[in-house]
T-cell receptor, first 118, second 115 residues
Framework: AQKITQTQPGMFVQEKEAVTLDCTYD???????LFWYKQPSSGEMIFLIY??????QNATEGRYSLNFQKARKSANLVISASQLGDSAMYFC???????????????FGTGTRLTIIP | SQTIHQWPATLVQPVGSPLSLECTVE??????LYWYRQAAGRGLQLLFY??????ISSEVPQNLSASRPQDRQFILSSKKLLLSDSGFYLCAWSAARDRLLYEQYFGPGTRLTVT
């Protein structure tokens, strides 16, 4: 079974500062994917970034980067130069096989509510 | 580009009434489709997933059901709603690619309140 742990229920960060959102995971799979999603107050889940378990380099997407430490089973999200629009819930998730046909299932953490202070 | 639609956006239903939520995807063929539920202040729970027309798998046994009558249409239903069915329902799709693991894209969601 897979498990995602996000230990920060809420964070307050000054605008323009960098912020790190913590995520640790547990799985017995050799191949897996790690994802971060942003959920603003509107409710929509917005895909931010993906890291494959065999990717040697940390993933980056604009101001988002994923600090992947496989031995520690952590996949922290780093947001550089935070903006007011970054205020939202952030969910870490990992994918695993539903069946032998390679169908996907995402297991989500409980989320971190990030508030950017002007 | 791909687009995913959900309706209605909000719904208030009495206990014991039926439910039908619809999700459609545009701009892709043969997507994997998913229904999730998010209780207030919680993470997402996978309810159903589908890899093709008429192929539905359930992750959590409950009084909800799902159907996929067309390639890009996914419907969540209930014959009799319970108070515990209240929540935010999200539909998602994913596409098969070379790599084993791929991201899912979510619709805008339906906020259901059972009274």
């Amino acid at each position: 079974a897979q498990k995602i742990t996000q230990t920060q229920p809420g964070m307050f960060v000054q605008e323009k500062e960098a912020v790190t959102l913590d995520c640790t995971y547990d799985t017995s799979d050799q191949s897996y994917g790690l994802f971060w999603y942003k959920q603003p107050s509107s409710g929509e889940m917005i895909f931010l970034i993906y890291q494959g378990s065999y990717d040697e380099q940390n993933a980056t997407e604009g101001r988002y980067s994923l600090n992947f430490q496989k031995a520690r089973k952590s996949a922290n999200l780093v947001i550089s130069a935070s903006q007011l629009g970054d205020s939202a819930m952030y969910f870490c998730a990992m994918s695993g096989l539903i069946s032998n046909f390679g169908n996907e299932k995402l297991t989500f953490g409980t989320g971190t509510r990030l508030t950017i202070i002007p | 580009s791909q687009t995913i639609h959900q309706w209605p956006a909000t719904l208030v239903q009495p206990v014991g009434s039926p439910l039908s939520l619809e999700c459609t995807v545009e701009g892709t063929s043969n997507p994997n489709l998913y229904w999730y539920r998010q209780a207030a202040g919680r993470g997402l729970q996978l309810l159903f997933y589908s890899v093709g027309i008429g192929q539905i798998s359930s992750e959590v046994p409950q009084n909800l059901s799902a159907s996929r009558p067309q390639d890009r249409q996914f419907i969540l239903s209930s014959k009799k709603l319970l108070l515990s069915d209240s929540g935010f329902y999200l539909c998602a799709w994913s596409a098969a690619r070379d790599r084993l693991l791929y991201e899912q894209y979510f619709g805008p969601g339906t906020r259901l309140t059972v009274t």
